[in-house]
Every structure is written in structure tokens, then in C-alpha cells.
Nanobody, 126 residues
Framework: QLQLVESGGGLVQPGGSLRLSCAASDFSLDYYAIGWFRQAPGEERKGVSCISTRTGPTNYADSVKGRFTISRDNAKNTVYLQMNNLKPEDTGVYYC???????????????????WGQGTQVTVSS
């Protein structure tokens, strides 16, 4: 069973940056498409970004294009979400999820992911 662990959340002022990590210990993440989702208080979970299996393409929600960057470090078996120029509307619990052998064009639906992490809180506030 693939287990994902998110880290890197916290409190940041508007305009600031954070880097979230999604790591696995027992299985290589390279084969999996990894998605990042955000759940704001009182709202449904929404897809933010996705990186395809192997060296496949990445994809982003319109609201984060140009500000967020998703990437892999296979040596560390970790997927990152670099978040720059953060806005209050980026606040929420961020989850990473894994879908085996999938490509992220178009963005994958929540139901297409098989494994989920426990989430990390991001709060953007002055």
C-alpha cells in the first residue's frame, strides 16, 4: 500500500512563498501521477496541480498558473509544490494523491486517484 506524507505547510503573509512536499517511503513515486488538491473551509476539495507519470507533462488549475510549480525529485522520492505570490484564497488543507501510470492532460478527477496523504494546512493571512 502506497503511503504518502505531506509536509511544508504553515502560516505565510500574502505575497509569500511555501514549498510543499509529498514523500513516499516504500514505493517509487516515479510511476505515479501525483496530484495536489486544496480544500478550503466549508468547500469541496479541488485540484490544484498534477504531474504525470515518469517524465510526462504537468498541469495546473487556472487560479495558480504562473504562481505554482510542481516537480519531482526521484532521488528523494518526493514531489514538490512550490507556491509563490500566495494569496488569501490559497488557504486550505493541501493533499497529495497518487494515480498509477496516468497522464495529467487533462487534469485528473479526484476519483481517479487511488492513494491519498493526510494533508497539510496552508494559511495565507496578514
Amino acid at each position: 500500500q502506497l503511503q504518502l506524507v505531506e509536509s511544508g505547510g504553515g502560516l505565510v503573509q500574502p505575497g509569500g512563498s511555501l514549498r510543499l512536499s509529498c514523500a513516499a517511503s516504500d514505493f517509487s513515486l516515479d510511476y505515479y501521477a501525483i496530484g495536489w488538491f486544496r480544500q478550503a473551509p466549508g468547500e469541496e476539495r479541488k485540484g490544484v496541480s498534477c504531474i504525470s507519470t515518469r517524465t510526462g507533462p504537468t498541469n495546473y488549475a487556472d487560479s495558480v498558473k504562473g504562481r505554482f510549480t510542481i516537480s519531482r525529485d526521484n532521488a528523494k522520492n518526493t514531489v514538490y509544490l512550490q507556491m509563490n505570490n500566495l494569496k488569501p484564497e490559497d488557504t486550505g488543507v493541501y493533499y497529495c494523491a497518487a494515480a498509477p501510470g496516468r497522464f495529467c492532460v487533462p487534469m485528473l478527477y479526484e476519483r481517479e486517484y487511488e492513494f491519498w496523504g493526510q494533508g497539510t494546512q496552508v494559511t495565507v493571512s496578514s
